[in-house]
């Protein structure tokens, strides 16, 4: 049984100009419609179907619009020897911002941005959060980095001291020493923490989960996923538009459209019961199918191509399991959203009216206009993402990069006759 809901509305937006010396008044409207429409299946045995953890989802498109603003309001104060008190007073106020930018026509446009990219980015962690459910552990990388993990396990007083105690003491005092040297040692304490002491703290705390559960020898059970994918791009922008409401009074405006795309999947897996040894051996993810993930993390620089392509994650995907999925769900969100403001622009009104100008202020208006068109729907199984290229976009990554060249740049610095002068130091 299908259904629509229409619960489509009109809005209003009036604004007005005035001039108190000649009783001049104009005030302007804008009649906006937001649509907001949902057509869909009726499910009457859905929570039958998610007691027995089997799919209760049903098809589902909607267009909704939505609308938040702040009205604005100003005033020019202007010298007039023809005015009572020898002085004018310009006004605006109420919806102008809206009036302005927001579409004179009832049909709006649709974004255009593609879902494809945030559909990637969804596959992809809900594939992670499948493999997450039966493996507690990458135990193939642990062994394989058993041998700096031992001596690590053989020092661990002196790196901690040198790592975490005296962080900030080690940096001062190599300053201090040796002032061209003490961003070589900032690197190399950096470097110790990413790749070092953080992944070694992580797969301790991982190994910890898996002996636990293994002890527990846990019974089969259903987890919920959910993964989210986001894309987004500028469609226009229009900055610091400058125009006058009423005679000389200047105003400053602006308008924002960009688009988003989001896609999220839900879904249930089941756990397997730990009873074999191959259960066992699951759990810490010492099983074949986890031979080539591991054999991509061992090798030297993987991580930096990770970096920059999703390799890692191709890999890593491809050898999941996905037989013990129960349901799964996708709901894509498109978005077109406009943001608009108007200010009063009072250094333009000192320009402007010169010697007649006495004082000019008010509050800004503004607006975020939002369309949003969503489809969800049964998936039946998930796609390992394609190849694609990057630039690094976290923090983390960045600083890394950054540890990483001074490093490298500390023991074969550039040669400075081939750069012509110009350093990368």
Sequence with gaps: MSYTKDRSIRVVYQAFTARDYLNVYNQFANNFSLERV?????NPKWKEQIANHTSATTGMTGTYESVDSVSMGGYLKLKNP????????ETVGGSHTEVRYLPN????????????AAQNQAMSRAFKQVRSAQIS???GVFLGELREAAHMLRH?????????????????KAKKAKPKKWLDTLSQTWLESSFGWRPFVN?????????DEVQKGAEPEYRHIRAIGKDSKLVSGLYNESFALIGNFSWLGSKVIKDEAICVIRGEVKRKTVTTAMDKARVFGLTPGEFFPTVWELLPWSFLVDYFTNIGDIIENSCTDTREIAWLQITNIQKRITNGSMRPDIDKCKLVNGNNFISAGGNPGSFKYVRRLVTRNVLSQLRVPPLTFEMPGSEIKAA??????????????QDRHKLRGRTFR
């Design 38 to 42: 949902l057509n869909g299946d009726r």
């Design 137 to 139: 552990m990458s135990g």
């Design 156 to 172: 661990p007083a002196e790196a901690l001291r040198n790592h975490l105690g005296d962080y900030l003491k080690k940096l001062s």
């Design 82 to 89: 023809n005015a009572p008190g020898g002085a004018q007073t």
């Design 203 to 211: 797969d301790l705390e991982d190994a910890f989960k898996a002996y």
């Design 105 to 116: 026509s009832d049909t709006h446009n649709n974004p255009t941005l593609g879902i494809s």
């Design 400 to 413: 890394n990069l950054l540890a990483l060249f001074t490093q490298a740049n500390s023991v074969h610095a």
